[in-house]
């Protein structure tokens, strides 16, 4: 049995969202609805639960919810860690380039994670281009083999003559 705790004047109903609840199974069917998900998901706890909360949910919608409760959960302008970045999955889809911004995104290990093709398609072209131009921002990247490999399939189309030029001779 798990014990909800209301959150005094949010709106939320239903129960907090805990790390608690968070871990059970039945996790995200009680908020039935954008609303409740919203007023009981807080942004600490989604800062400290970010990996179980993105495994967990497979709505569209929530995980917009997500990604604006973790962007409260930083100040403005100060960036959201690398750690975090890469275990955004299919949340990291509903993303803006205003989200991407805040993103650290140095280590090729978190491109391809953000590139991986299995968290679904980009809607916009414009928001893996801003991913892969954040990553060759970072002094010494470059598109190597392992960044092109991480980049992959469609996503590779959507690199300009800018980033074309940043690949590195042994990778072609």
């Not at 409260?72 to 975090?84: D, M, R």
């Not at 590139?115 to 398609?121: H, I, T, W």
Request: net charge negative; aromatic share 6%.
């Amino acid at each position: 049995m798990l014990l909800f705790l209301m959150i005094p004047g949010s709106g939320c109903t239903v129960g907090e969202i805990t790390s608690v609840v968070i871990r059970d199974a039945a996790f995200p069917f009680d908020y039935t609805d954008e609303t409740q998900f919203r007023s009981c998901l807080k942004a600490t706890t989604t800062r400290d639960n970010l990996a179980s909360i993105t495994q967990a949910v497979e709505s569209l919608d929530y995980l917009r919810i997500v990604l604006d409760k973790l962007r409260e959960a930083y100040a403005a302008g100060s960036s959201i860690p690398e750690a975090q970045v890469q275990v955004l999955g299919p949340a990291s889809r509903t993303a803006t380039a205003e989200d991407i911004s805040m993103w650290n995104i140095t280590k090729v290990d978190t491109l391809a994670a953000l590139m991986a093709s299995a968290d679904g398609n980009w809607e916009d072209p414009a928001l893996p281009v801003a991913i892969i131009s954040k990553y060759l921002r970072h002094p010494g990247n470059s598109l190597g083999t392992a960044e092109l490999n991480s980049i992959g399939g469609d996503n590779l189309c959507f690199l300009d003559v800018s980033m074309l030029g940043n690949i590195s001779e042994s990778s072609v």
